[in-house]
Nanobody, 129 residues
Framework: QLQLVESGGGLVQPGGSLTLACVASGFNLDEYVIGWFRQAPGKGREGVGCISSEGGNTRYEGSAKGRFTISRDSAKNTVYLQMNLLTPEDTGRYFC??????????????????????WGQGTQVTVSS
């Protein structure tokens, strides 16, 4: 069974940092392009960023640029989302997902439109004082 499980969410003060993990089971995550998305209460899903299968190349969307970093740990079959300088606008449920795709690039519009692939259930991040 292919599965992604996110963890690391929680309550953090504005200006703080948090690192989320996306752990894969049942498949080799290195063969998958993975994206991180978030959804705030009452809002639609928003892309955060993605990482390619080859080379670990990344792309970031909007306010994630310059503050968030996506990385891989092949030994742990895990993709991470490190988030710095968090603001209340970063509050939401964060989830990872992707598809098997061998290549040096990732594209958020393709990931956002996936009708299959593998998706996690998400982890809640709340930024509040």
């Amino acid at each position: 069974q292919l599965q992604l499980v996110e963890s690391g969410g929680g309550l953090v003060q504005p200006g703080g940092s948090l690192t989320l993990a996306c752990v894969a089971s049942g498949f080799n995550l290195d063969e998958y392009v993975i994206g991180w998305f978030r959804q705030a209460p009452g809002k639609g899903r928003e892309g955060v960023g993605c990482i390619s299968s080859e080379g670990g190349n990344t792309r970031y969307e909007g306010s994630a640029k310059g503050r968030f970093t996506i990385s891989r740990d092949s030994a742990k079959n895990t993709v991470y989302l490190q988030m710095n300088l968090l603001t209340p606008e970063d509050t939401g449920r964060y989830f990872c997902g992707g598809e098997e795709s061998i290549g040096p690039a990732c594209y958020m519009d393709i990931l956002a439109g996936l009708t299959d692939g593998v998706w996690g259930q998400g982890t809640q991040v709340t930024v509040s004082s």
